[in-house]
Each structure stands twice: as C-alpha cells, then as structure tokens.
C-alpha cells in the first residue's frame, strides 16, 4: 500500500480544493455583510425607496456615508446588490427582495440568523473551551437577539405553511383545531405559532410554554398586540417537569432535538395528551447516517448545531441531540420508549422540516 504523502497530491486538486474553502469564505464575508444590511434596515430601504447612490442613501438612513460605500460595493461585489455606473446609484434586484427584505414573507431568511459573526462571536471562544473541557454555551449568553433571529427564520414556516400547507396533511389534527380543540405549544419561543393557530382556529384556546422568560414576554405582548388575551396565554416553563392540564393537540416546533432532556419533553407531552389526542412534532428534515446529510442545507445545520442547539442542550448537561440528531429512526425510538402508540410521518416535503403525529 503506498503511503499517502503530499507527493501524492497533484497540484491541480489541491487548488481545486482551495477554490471551494475560497467560496466558502466569500459566502461567509457575504453573510457577514447581509447581516449588517439586515440589521440596518438596508435592504428593506433599497426595496421601498429604490436604487441609491451611498450619499443619497446616508441621508435617507441617516447613517454615516463612508461605511455605506463600502457595503454598498461588497454586497455588489457579492451579487447582492447591482451597481449603475452612468448613474452611480446601488440597487437591489426585485427577485432579491422577498429573500432579504420581506420581513416573514414566504422565501424570507433573515441574514442576521446565519451570521455567526455577530450572534456566535461572543460565546466562540466559550464553544472553544468546550470543546477542550466539556459542557457548553448555556442560552442565557446567546442573548435576546438570538431568540430574535430564531423567530424571524421561522417565521415564514408559520405565517405560510402551518395553516395552508401542514395542516390540511394530517386530517385528525385539523379536525381537532376546526372542532375547537384546547392547544398547548411547548418551547413556543416568542409564540408566533400559538398566534397564528388562534388566529386560525376561533374556537381553540391556545397555551404557549417556553423556559425562556425573554421570549415569553414578547410572546404576551404579541397576543395582546393581537386582540388574543381572552383565549391564547403564555407561561414560563420546563415542561420536563409536567405540564398543568390535558390537551386535545400539542405542538412543538424545532424543540426536541436542542431540548437538555429531550426523552423527559417527550414523556411529559404523552402524560398531557387527551386519551385520543395529537402531538405535532416539527423537527429538522435529515438522514440517518452523517454519509447522506451532506451539502449546503447540512453544513449550515451543522454549523448551528455546534454554534446552538447541541452546545445550549450540553451546558444543561444534556443530550445534545444536535440540529440533525433527530432523524425518524431516533425520534420513533423515544417516542416508543416514552409510552407513544404510533408515530406517522405526514406527508409533506420540505427542505428544511420533517413533521410527525404521534398517537398516545
Ligand atoms: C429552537 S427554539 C424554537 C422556538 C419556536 N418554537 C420557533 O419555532 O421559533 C427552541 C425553544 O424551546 C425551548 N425549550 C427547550 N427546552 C424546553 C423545555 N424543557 N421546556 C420549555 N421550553 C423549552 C427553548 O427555550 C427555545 O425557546
């Protein structure tokens, strides 16, 4: 068997190779600079006031000229934005708009979301050492801004695809909501889900719990907000540890594979589920074995798992599932072990969301 030293390696692959980690590197400065636009209200100026040059776009945002320039020629740089040399101005294209400017719109990302540069910097040293010693990065150091850009990210799976898409696939569920089922969400976050089955739904009463007290408190201004007080209510709390009363339909969305005891949230949902009642499980669409979650969509799960969820769930000293960790094979296991008669795949596709009812 031949040894493999670098003599081995043509040149051509090598470079090759260093093309791709180039690319890379350029996603992650244009994801960068997308998260500043994001942030700054840019990409939704440039799409409500058209094409701008950088000082007429200072005096629209009031910010400083210098800066501007230079994104405005990095996100062109990065086919973002488009440059007009006769006119000097920067626009941003009208099929770029729904993905970065169209706040909770169907093909909206939320750029802030990915940018690990501004919601990972501060704890990336933290994973560092926990990679060295063990435990995590506790959510509390994530601050508000990432329960921020979590729920933006969602945000376009509940305001256009719960209701018109996910729902009419699973038949016994819709039957509960339309009939006015009591509805509990766990791990809610800022509640946009319990918002829009209430909206939805006239007869359901709909209860959010999240152990994030931050998130439960924009949920209940959000209710309120809505005119839902009288049938949606928030509360803060670990459902491991049982929930209050017995529910016709409970939710969870994106919960169970960054949740410290995820075998203990499952349990206490079963415990609290009418005899006949349904749990929704939504968790992340990936494959059994690491050989087939490959590609842009799982390096980015990846990247959050080891930047988020799994870390958040280690520094509880939990099981760190990870953000691909619950595929159907893992999530049919715990549901078997914790008292679930059935579990059904509902036959949906979807890139980013695998969803499941289980029977209890
Ligand atoms: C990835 S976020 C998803 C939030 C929301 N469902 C969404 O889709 O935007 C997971 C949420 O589950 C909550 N969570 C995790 N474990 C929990 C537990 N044991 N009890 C209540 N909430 C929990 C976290 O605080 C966090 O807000």
């Known amino acids: 068997m ?6 081995d390696v043509s040149a051509e692959a090598v470079e090759t190779f260093m093309e791709k980690v180039l690319g890379d ?3 992650a400065n244009a994801f960068f600079m997308a998260a500043i636009g994001d942030r700054l209200g840019l990409f939704k100026d440039l799409a409500a006031r058209g094409p701008a040059t950088s000082p007429e776009l200072a005096s629209r945002t009031g910010l400083h000229e210098r800066y501007l320039r230079e994104w405005l020629a990095g996100m062109t740089a990065a086919g973002y934005l488009s440059y007009q040399p006769a006119t000097g101005r920067y626009t941003l294209p009208a099929e770029h708009a ?3 400017a169209e706040e909770a719109g169907r093909f909206f990302l939320g750029c802030a979301f990915f940018d690990y540069s501004t919601n990972y910097g501060p704890t990336f040293h933290r994973l560092l050492g926990a990679f060295r010693d063990g435990g995590g990065v506790p959510q509390d150091l994530f601050g508000t801004e990432m329960a921020e850009a979590i729920d933006r990210f969602t945000a376009p799976w509940c305001e256009h ?7 009419p696939a699973m038949p016994d569920v819709l039957a509960k909501l339309h009939a006015g089922a009591t509805v509990a969400d766990v791990g809610c976050g800022r509640g946009r889900a319990v918002i829009t089955l209430a909206q939805a739904f006239p007869a359901c009463s709909v209860v959010g719990y999240d152990v994030y007290q931050p998130a439960v408190g924009v949920a209940q201004g959000r209710a309120a907000a809505a005119g839902l007080s009288d049938r949606v209510r928030f509360e803060v709390r670990d459902v491991v540890e049982g929930l209050p ?3 016709d339909v409970i939710t969870t969305f994106d919960v169970v ?4 005891d995820p075998r203990g949230l499952l349990r206490a949902i079963h415990d609290s589920l009418e005899p006949d009642g349904r749990y929704l499980c939504v968790e992340i669409t990936c494959a059994e074995r690491p050989e087939d979650n490959v590609g842009p969509l799982s390096t980015i799960m990846y990247g959050l798992s080891l930047a988020y969820c799994m870390t958040v769930s280690l520094a509880d000293g939990g099981a760190g599932l990870g953000t691909l960790g619950l595929p159907e094979a893992k999530l049919t296991e715990l549901a078997s072990e914790t008292g679930f008669s059935q579990v059904r795949r509902v036959p949906i596709e979807d890139p980013f969301n695998t969803l499941y009812v289980l029977t209890p």
């Open 2 to 7: 031949r040894p493999e030293t670098n003599s």
């Open 161 to 167: 695809l719960l209701v018109p898409e996910w729902l």
């Open 25 to 27: 590197y350029a996603g």
């Open 98 to 100: 729904p993905v970065l």
């Open 257 to 260: 594979h960054d949740a410290a």
């Open 245 to 247: 009363q017995r529910y």
